[in-house]
């Protein structure tokens, strides 16, 4: 049993307003006790920066938050360093949620294996963790995309957009993303696939979207909020579908997005949900049987931004908010 580790960690120094900056986040020491009976200690191998934690940090995301002076949550992939659970055995690569940290003990119960046939574990915090199976949960078990859809998908080279746009050219749709910046236009369209690129700054979104989808839009994948929603909304198709899954605008604290009138969805008979990507939980090894094998053959692209060492997520996580990333962001903590 180790006493007294060294815990690297990144605690809430401050709730930020509006836009993050790094001084609302503190690098600081923890050092871990003993490991109390019962429980996993494990290290951090990488952890998931992602856009939901601002309204984590603001304390008021799906009820739970964090308070100044604590470590910031978030999903990680973590070896285990130490354990007396035959189940979970020294040197097992597991998620869970290990915060913003070196080190963490976590109950058995609170463990989830990273699958044995991933060569890549970054990949369980990307399109094959949770963004990827919020993207399957969106754009095939909610949307049912198929062949002839035009989908519109913002946020367009993250990892929900990602892998929400892969998925739908599986299924013979036509893909429209929604992004910014001549890098993140080229990622778009020559590294997954999408069939045309709007860039959400240089281009007037519905002149755009009249040019590429006059037939109107089949299936739109919220991530983002107001204004794109109801820009968005206005051009459906008529029987369209709409995910509502995220809200990125809104997160930083100064914009609230109103959404489209009620009858605009009634006119273009529109089907709407909402979508918690933790409803699809218990379905992930189904997700997982099914894409594991895609990925490790080369059939699926990650689209990962990897920073290297836990000092860096703080910045990582702020240029994130301000959409200067350009792909899914991972921390590597840990090897």
Known sequence: MTNHLDNMAVILAKRPEGLPNPDDFKLENRPLGDRLSGQVRCQTLYLSLDPYMRSVIAGNH??????????????????????????WPVGKVVRCQGGWQQFTDQPPEALSRVPAALSRPSLALSILG???????????????????????????????????????????????????????RRIATETLGYDHCIDRIEDDLA?????????????????????????????????????????????????????????????????????????YESQRQVFEEEFVPLAEAGELVANEEIHDGLAAAPDAFCDLMRGRNHGKVVVRVGE
């Open 130 to 184: 949770m963004p990827g199976l919020t993207a399957w949960a969106g754009m095939v078990q909610q949307a049912k995309v198929r062949e002839g859809d035009m989908v519109v998908i913002p946020a367009a080279v993250g990892g929900v957009g990602a892998m929400a746009a892969q998925l739908c050219k599986r299924a013979g749709a036509t893909t429209i993303a929604i992004t910014s910046g001549s890098e993140k």
């Open 207 to 279: 002149e755009a979207l009249t040019r590429t989808a006059p037939n109107g839009v089949s299936v739109y994948f919220d991530l983002v909020g107001d204004p794109t929603l109801t820009t968005v909304a206005q051009q459906l198709s008529i029987g369209g579908r709409v995910v509502l899954c995220g809200l990125i605008k809104d997160y930083n604290g100064d914009h609230k997005t109103a959404g489209p009138h009620p009858g605009l969805w009634i006119t273009k008979r529109a089907t709407v949900t909402g979508l918690v990507v933790y409803d």
């Open 62 to 87: 799906m009820g739970h938050g964090v308070d100044p002076g604590d470590v910031i949550a978030g999903e990680v992939v973590a070896r285990i360093v130490e354990s007396d659970d035959a189940d």
